[in-house]
């Protein structure tokens, strides 16, 4: 056990609400009569459906393939039937749809033959990365980054330490909680794993101190398989929020900071979900792909919280039903955490792989009333993780003057929330900067469809002057040419005149 | 609870701009005790007489501007202007005085630029200094503390003598009123005297004048029950605090026969006042932590060098005003440096 070498500015401390889907093991979801996947489960490009309608598929079968580098295969979760390939909503802050894949269940949930490899040293680094990026694992944290790229250093960089992210500072998620309390091998299976792809010895697993339960388990796990984790060590840190997040745990770990606009690779930092270290475990030496994962059900409406294994596609109401949860029809819920997560309000979307948390019903929900205006009180720059000043954001965000929100780096906002939850007049702060961020993203198409339309009018102009000198030319060319055939035929006719003249004198001659 | 924000965070803490300005206005209770203690009654009346005025105002302006009055009235901020500038003003200003000052503050100094969170300048202060320079007499006439007086005045005189401006011995305010021991101090030392014979007066008392250290010491302890309940930081406080009394260690180690000491200067006036609840006004400070720094030590300078080398007895309302001006300024150039930036 080390202890952690740094911290960073601001931040909260937050009523974790974590006991309440923690009192009872992780369950099993019951298999649900449909199953709804996405072909984007992940951030990058969809994946291609390498099935038609009609099909049968087995548990585990691959059902749409990788396209492109940044990108992953996706897996029937059981066995059954392709009965659509279509548009269907997917769960998306703004209501999207988007192209799925829809299996009626057979209720057999019979595997395909799995391939099996206890002793994955039998493999090479890259196998293990293409073997991980055809089990389709993502980041299982929430973000959904292919794992297999992050397991990739390349040549140019060379990994210190490989950080493991059991922090979940998120109020009511206990997802990471309960698979390190009971999976804690699985877990420490996966890290193995890592280790050997990215050729580096040291490791720490980071949890946060309201987890005792899951401090245990882990430490008890590593010290059954002490001689395999000579390097492995358990960083307690005190539990405060936003650690959970990549740059945050980084520096609280370390001491160091990750670069703006840059990658914890770039400092010799590789970072990994405890669900996602779980699921490589089971991908690698099981065989088995991803087509589950643990999703909290939790909050004040809900009778039954906990955490269940649940199939990828299920639809969502049925894990509330499942869970006895008191909701509306139409009242919104939040997948993900209560600070950093998004709101739903339709329930038959499916779980996906980025689906860590069910909320229904929040404590100290924000009130429903008009924001007071900005007093500059500046408790939102105490509380910023990343030392940016919130409320001069917020007013360039306001008049719009995006090229001053640039400069007062908006981009390296993380939207954690900290400063809209300690904001004295209730303003939404994180709202109004995601507008600024996508308002600029937009703007910058925009230009760069002008500059590309311009570009290409001007391509054209100048292709038509070209084709116009050019037509000048040729006829003037032909002009020359007319006039020197014109010329000739005169010279030749002249000629001709001049010798049949001739002829006629000779013959008169 | 159902949700009722579009995006998260779907949290959202305890803090309330109204709650701020509650536990303010709770922190000024024992300094207020104290200035009733010590110049009588009169406090209490004028600052009633400008809480009402600034509601109607407030609300007046409110109207005006289309604006809804329910979350505006009861946030607070009105009834603070109302109070500092009460707690400022000088025992028996008459209501016309009062008046002024807070339509002022509240239409000018506030609404015309916005109202809430849009004013650069601090109402209270700008009120404070247009009554200095429109009416000096009226704003420089203090009383002598209590035990001091011939004539302690009871509630029912006070109240005659501002809104009637006569007391009810007939005499004129000029017979009970006396300078500030910042004042005197200035004066007298104008006249050569020494600073330790000038305190040896009883104006003075063991630290600095008579009553003022008190309530000076008061407005601390209030300023130090804000810092512990956050809500306000004290890098401003400090900063100024720092400002002051460096600057006259300086001046006071360097020529001690025409200058007052440092404890005088920390002690006298509105100093504990302005460092902990003029100067801290959010809307109109600095918000970095290092421009918090800057902008009180700025304070903290100017108030001395008005005080010492300007006209005016005390200085801190010119001091804030012009560092007021700065913040954008000092904004600008402090700010922290961002992640991995």
């Avoid at chain 2, 579009?6 to 922190?27: E, K, Y």
């Avoid at chain 2, 809307?283 to 108030?303: E, M, Q, S």
Wanted: with cysteine.
């Amino acid at each position: 056990m080390t202890k952690p070498l740094g911290s960073f500015p601001g931040g909260l401390v937050l009523d974790g609400q974590k006991k309440r889907s923690t009192h009872v093991s992780i369950r099993k979801t019951p298999l649900s009569k449909t199953l709804i996947l996405p072909l984007q489960q992940h951030i990058g490009e969809a994946s291609t459906p390498i099935v038609k309608v009609g099909d049968t598929v087995l548990k585990g079968q691959k059902i749409a393939r990788a396209e492109g580098h940044v990108s992953v295969y996706l897996h029937a979760p059981s066995s059954g039937v392709i009965t659509a390939i279509d548009d269907q909503a997917i769960p998306h802050p703004s209501g999207l749809s988007a192209l799925c894949i829809t299996i009626k269940t057979d209720s057999e949930d019979r595997w395909i033959d799995l391939q099996e490899t206890p002793d994955f040293t039998r493999l090479s680094e890259h196998d293990i990365r293409h073997k991980i990026r055809e089990a389709g694992i993502v980041g299982l944290g929430g973000a959904g980054f292919p794992s297999f790229i992050k397991l990739n250093p390349g040549v140019h960089h060379h990994v210190e330490t490989l950080i493991i992210n059991g922090v979940e500072c998120e109020p009511y998620i206990t997802c990471d909680d309960m698979i390190m309390r009971e999976r804690a091998d699985g877990i420490l299976d996966g890290i193995e794993i890592m280790r050997y792809a990215l050729r580096v010895q040291n490791c720490v697993i980071v949890i946060e101190d309201n987890k005792p339960e899951a401090i245990s388990a882990m430490e008890l796990a590593l010290k059954r398989r002490q001689s395999q984790f000579q390097n492995t060590s358990i960083v307690i840190i005190p539990t405060r929020y936003p650690t959970g997040s990549e740059k945050q745990l980084i520096q609280v770990v370390t001491g160091k900071q990750v670069p703006s606009h840059g990658l914890p690779i770039d400092i010799g930092i590789v970072c990994h979900n405890v669900g996602t270290s779980y699921a490589i475990g089971r991908a690698i030496i099981h065989g088995e792909p991803l087509i589950s994962r643990i999703v909290t059900v939790t909050g004040t409406d809900v009778k039954h919280a906990g955490n269940f294994e649940t199939l990828l596609g299920t639809p969502m109401h049925e894990l509330l039903s499942f869970c006895e949860t008191q909701r509306e029809t139409d009242e919104p819920f939040i997948l993900g955490g209560p600070m950093m997560g998004y709101n739903l309000s339709g329930d038959h979307l499916p779980i996906t792989k980025t689906a860590n948390c069910i909320l229904v019903g929040v404590d100290n929900a924000a009130p429903k009333r008009e924001p007071l205006p900005c007093i500059r009180c500046g408790d939102c720059a105490t509380a910023c993780p990343v030392s940016l000043l919130p409320q001069q954001l917020y007013w360039y965000s306001r008049s719009k003057d995006l090229e001053k929100t640039r400069e007062y780096n908006l981009f390296d906002c993380i939207e954690c929330g900290c400063c809209s939850y300690v904001c004295p007049s209730e303003i939404p702060l994180v709202h109004y900067f995601r507008f600024a961020k996508t308002e600029t993203m937009t703007q910058e198409l925009e230009t760069e469809k002008a500059d590309t339309a311009r570009l290409r009018h001007e391509n054209r102009l100048e292709r038509h002057e070209a084709e116009k000198k050019e037509k000048e030319e040729r006829q003037r060319q032909r002009k020359l040419a007319l006039a020197a055939t014109k010329a000739a035929k005169e010279k030749a006719e002249a000629e001709k005149a001049n010798a049949s003249e001739s002829s006629t004198d000779n013959q008169e001659t | 609870m159902p949700l009722s924000r579009l995006s998260s965070p779907f949290l959202s803490g305890p803090s309330r701009v109204t709650l701020h300005m509650i536990q303010l206005l709770f922190a000024l209770v024992p300094a207020v005790i104290a200035l009733v203690y010590f110049f009588g009654p009169s406090v209490l009346i004028t600052m009633t007489l400008a809480i009402v005025t600034a509601l109607f105002t407030e609300a007046v302006m409110l109207k005006l501007r289309n604006r809804p009055l329910e979350p505006f009235l009861t946030d607070g901020s009105a009834v603070v202007t109302a109070v500092l500038l009460a707690i400022a003003l000088p025992p028996l200003a008459p209501w016309w005085l009062t008046v002024i000052g807070i339509v002022f503050a509240i239409i000018f100094a506030k609404h015309l630029y916005g109202g809430l969170g849009y004013n650069p300048f601090n109402p209270a202060m700008v009120a404070y200094v247009l009554l200095l320079i429109s009416f000096p007499l009226e704003m420089t006439t203090w009383l002598p503390v209590t035990e001091l007086s011939t004539s302690p005045l009871g509630f029912s005189a006070a109240f005659q003598a501002i809104f009637t401006g006569q007391l009810s011995t007939g005499l004129g305010f000029d017979t009970i009123s006396g300078a500030t021991p910042l004042d005197a101090m200035k004066t007298q030392i104008g006249l050569s005297l020494h600073p330790s014979y000038i305190s040896e007066q009883p104006l003075f008392g063991v630290l600095a004048g008579k009553g003022w250290e008190s309530i000076n010491l008061l407005f601390a302890l209030g300023g130090a029950f804000l810092i512990y309940r956050r809500v306000i930081s004290w890098h401003i406080p400090v900063a100024m605090l720092l400002g002051l009394f460096s600057i006259s260690l300086v001046t006071w180690s360097v020529a001690p026969e025409t200058t007052a000491s440092p404890l005088f200067h920390l002690l006298s006036g509105g100093t504990m006042l302005g460092a902990f609840f003029i100067a801290t006004d959010p809307v109109t400070a600095a918000t970095t932590i290092k421009g918090r720094l800057v902008f009180g030590a700025g304070v903290g300078l100017l108030t001395y060098i008005i005080r010492v080398w300007g006209g005016y007895p005390d200085g801190v309302a010119f001091a804030v005003l012009i560092m007021n001006m700065l913040v954008p300024l000092i904004d600008y150039y402090t700010q922290p440096k961002v992640y991995g930036g």
